[in-house]
C-alpha cells in the first residue's frame, strides 16, 4: 500500500533501522503491486529482480505438444498464440524481455502436482480450483472460460451467427455441465437439447447427426475440432459470464516468494486492457471464433 504522509513514513523507517533495512520501509517502487505483493517471504517486486528458479531469468513452463490457439507451431516461445502471448506481456510487466525469458516442458498433470517445481510459473489452460490450490498457488485468473458451438463443417448449424439462428437446431451437452446451462438458459432452444453423460458422448451424436451441434467450453472445443473430430468447426463463443466461473491462472510452486508479484502483474495487464486485446486477437480473430449474441 502506497502511503501519502511521506514524512511520518520516514520517520518509522528511522525508528526501525537497526532491525532491518528492508522489511517494510524500503521506498515504494513503480512495480507491480509493490513490495509486500510478493507472497512468502515479502520479497520485493523490485522489476527484473525477482527471485527467480535462474537470476535474471524467468522461466516459464507448459506442456508439449503446445496446441494452438494457445501456442503457434508447437513454439511456445514464438511470442504467438493466445498463452504465449500472454506469458511474455506478464514478463514484460515484471521487467523481464523477451530473451530473459526460458521455457520449460512441463507435462499438464506435472504442473500442479505436489512438490518443488523447476518453473517460476506454468501456463498451459490450467484452472484454478481449491484441490489443486491445496498442492500449488495460483495467480489471479488470465482468462474466463467461454462456452461454444461446435458442429460439422458442412452442416446448417456451421452457417449459425446469432442466437436466434441456434434456437431451431437440435442442440446437444452434457449434463450437468455450464454448457447446458446455457443452453437452457441462454439459447433457449424450441426442442429439448440431447443430455450425455459425456463429452465423448456428445462428440459421437454429433458425428452421427443425431444432433445438429454440441457446446462444450471453449478450449475443449478447440481441442475436439483440431484433434478429435476434424471435419467439424467452432461456430461461435458465447459472451464471458464475469462473476466467480472458470478461471484459468499462471501456476506457480507452492512457496513461491513472487506469487503476488505475478498476480499483480496479471491484475494490471487485466486493468489495462491487454489481456482482453490478447483474447481478441488470437481466440476470436485469429481463429475466426465470433461472439454469438
Not at 507491480?32 to 510478493?38: H, T, V
Not at 506457480?252 to 502483474?265: H, Q
Request: include cysteine; charge should be positive; hydrophobic fraction near 40%.
Amino acid at each position: 500500500m502506497r502511503l501519502a504522509n511521506r514524512p511520518l513514513r520516514l520517520a518509522a523507517c528511522a525508528t526501525v533501522a537497526l532491525l532491518t533495512a528492508a522489511v517494510g520501509c524500503a521506498p515504494q517502487d513503480e512495480s507491480p503491486g509493490g513490495p509486500r505483493a510478493a507472497g512468502p517471504g515479502k520479497q520485493s517486486c523490485d522489476r527484473g529482480k525477482l527471485a527467480t528458479v535462474a537470476d535474471g531469468k524467468l522461466t516459464v513452463g507448459t506442456d508439449k505438444p503446445a496446441y494452438a490457439p494457445w501456442f503457434h507451431d508447437d513454439d511456445p516461445a514464438s511470442g504467438k498464440g493466445f498463452e504465449s502471448a500472454v506469458a511474455y506481456a506478464v514478463a514484460r510487466q515484471l521487467g523481464y524481455a523477451k530473451g530473459a525469458v526460458r521455457w520449460q516442458t512441463v507435462p499438464f498433470n506435472n504442473a500442479f502436482a505436489p512438490g518443488e517445481k523447476k518453473f517460476d510459473f506454468d501456463i498451459n489452460q490450467i484452472s484454478i480450483s481449491p484441490e489443486r490450490k491445496r498442492a500449488v498457488a495460483f495467480s489471479s485468473g488470465y482468462y474466463a472460460v467461454r462456452q461454444s458451438v461446435i458442429a460439422l463443417k458442412d452442416s446448417r448449424a456451421a452457417h449459425a451467427k446469432s442466437l436466434s439462428d441456434l434456437r431451431h437446431l437440435k442442440l446437444g451437452a452434457q449434463v450437468g455441465s455450464t454448457s447446458l446451462d446455457v443452453v437452457n438458459d441462454t439459447v433457449r432452444p424450441t426442442q429439448p437439447p440431447a443430455v450425455f453423460q459425456k463429452n465423448d458422448l456428445a462428440k459421437s451424436a454429433l458425428k452421427n447427426g443425431q444432433v445438429d451441434a454440441i457446446l462444450t467450453d471453449l478450449p475443449t472445443a478447440f481441442y475436439i475440432t483440431s484433434a478429435e473430430v476434424k471435419d467439424a468447426e467452432v461456430v461461435g463463443q458465447f459472451a464471458a459470464t464475469g462473476g466467480d466461473g472458470e478461471q484459468f491462472g499462471l501456476v506457480l510452486d507452492k512457496e513461491s516468494r513472487i506469487t503476488g508479484c505475478v498476480t499483480a502483474a496479471v491484475d494490471a495487464l487485466r486493468k489495462n486492457g491487454t489481456l482482453a486485446a490478447l483474447e481478441k486477437k488470437w481466440l476470436t480473430d485469429a481463429v475466426s471464433v465470433p461472439v454469438l449474441k
